[in-house]
C-alpha cells in the first residue's frame, strides 16, 4: 500500500499522523479481480447543412474504427527501461447508421 511523504513533499517519511498528511491515488490494478474501464473514442463527423447555414444532420465520415490497445509492463515507469510488451487486444467497430 503506497504511502505519503512528510507533508506529501520530498523523499522522506513523516514519524507521525500529522506528518502523513498527503493525498494520494492508488491507480494500481487489483489482483485477481477484473477491472472495467470507461473511454470514449469519437467518430469522425460532417455537418450537412440547409440553404440558412443551419445545421440539418451529421454524417458519420466512416462507419468502421480499427481499435489496437496494448499494455505495456514499464519496470520504472518509463520506456527506456526494458519495457516489454504484456498484452494486445484488437478488435474493429462498426456503427450502424
Same mark, same amino acid.
Given at each position: 500500500?503506497?504511502?505519503?511523504?512528510?507533508?506529501?513533499?520530498?523523499?522522506k517519511m513523516g514519524r507521525g499522523p500529522y506528518e502523513k498528511s498527503g493525498i494520494i491515488n492508488? $491507480?494500481?490494478?487489483? *489482483?485477481?479481480?477484473?477491472?472495467? @474501464?470507461?473511454? @470514449? =473514442?469519437?467518430?469522425? $463527423?460532417?455537418? #450537412?447543412?440547409?440553404?440558412?447555414?443551419? =445545421?440539418?444532420?451529421?454524417? !458519420? !465520415?466512416?462507419?468502421? !474504427?480499427? =481499435?489496437?490497445?496494448?499494455? &505495456?509492463?514499464?519496470?520504472?515507469?518509463?520506456?527506456? +527501461?526494458? *519495457?516489454? !510488451? &504484456?498484452?494486445?487486444? $484488437?478488435?474493429?467497430? $462498426? #456503427? +450502424?447508421?
Open positions: 500500500m503506497p504511502m505519503p511523504q512528510k507533508f506529501a513533499r520530498g523523499d492508488d $491507480t494500481g490494478l487489483p *489482483p485477481g479481480k477484473e477491472v472495467e @474501464e470507461h473511454f @470514449e =473514442i469519437p467518430f469522425y $463527423t460532417e455537418d #450537412v447543412e440547409d440553404d440558412n447555414g443551419r =445545421i440539418i444532420e451529421r454524417q !458519420l !465520415l466512416d462507419d468502421t !474504427l480499427n =481499435i489496437n490497445v496494448k499494455l &505495456w509492463y514499464l519496470p520504472y515507469g518509463n520506456m527506456k +527501461s526494458d *519495457p516489454f !510488451l &504484456w498484452q494486445e487486444f $484488437t478488435k474493429t467497430v $462498426t #456503427v +450502424s447508421k
